[in-house]
């Protein structure tokens, strides 16, 4: 699975793509999450508050409870301000 | 046409491609969103995350062109850095009657600077600032 980062959720990883193999126990996009903060600090920090860092799965927004079993490339990224 | 790009757009290309697309054309509309010069900004630097950009614009043209007469719409953002009075987006969009292209336009923007992918970063002489979303363009998308 691959996972891109925009913004400054990619300053504070400094990275702006991985991919990672997840555990079998992580169903939901909400799971991933909390699997990311377990393993890695920084994503702690990214995460502090939620309400501020969407998740676009195969680039469609989704929420917290979204299957991400067959995802192949998830987002994460504070609300936009292009235009 | 969508057009994610660094390079600054040709505004009379754009149009006159616009003008072969149909004979029916009566009106054309073309917005500019440029770098606001503000006191102490040195750039701004535009991120997108292009393949999600894309198909967010291609879904807000569409929702227009379901609300409104348009006889085509066009959108070219652009990333990288700029500077102020640098050109960011223009949108053209046409119809046969002005009201429909006037009000289909004012709908992409409003829905782009909400929907599409796209941070911008100010530079300044000692900081750098993410863009926050603005209140007033999550109440512009909201009235319609």
């Known amino acids: 699975m691959k996972l891109k980062y925009f913004a400054w959720v990619k300053e504070i990883l400094g990275k702006d793509e991985e991919n990672i193999d997840i555990p079998m126990s992580v169903k939901t996009l909400g799971d991933l999450i909390n699997w990311l903060i377990s393993e890695d600090e920084d994503f702690a920090e990214v995460f502090r508050n939620r309400e501020l860092v969407k998740a676009a799965i195969d680039l469609e927004l989704q929420d917290y409870s979204y299957n991400i079993e067959n995802a192949k490339e998830i987002a994460f990224f504070p609300p936009v301000t292009g235009g | ?144």
């Open chain 2, 1 to 144: 046409m969508i057009k994610i790009q660094k390079e600054d757009f040709n505004i009379s290309n754009e149009l006159n491609s616009i003008d072969i697309l149909s004979d029916n054309i009566g009106s054309v509309v073309s917005f500019i969103g440029k770098v606001r010069p503000e006191d102490n900004l040195i750039s701004m630097t535009l991120e997108c995350y292009e393949t999600m950009a894309v198909k967010e614009i291609e879904k807000i043209i569409n929702e227009a062109k379901d609300r409104w007469d348009i006889i085509t719409a066009t959108v070219i953002h652009r990333y990288g850095k700029l500077y102020p009075g640098d050109n960011i987006v223009l949108i053209i969009t046409a119809s046969e009657h002005r009201s429909q292209s006037i009000e289909a336009n004012k709908f992409i923007i409003d829905y782009l600077k909400t929907e599409v992918p796209i941070w911008k970063n100010e530079e300044y002489s000692d900081h750098n600032d993410w863009v926050k979303t603005k209140k007033s363009d999550l109440l512009s998308k909201e009235k319609w």
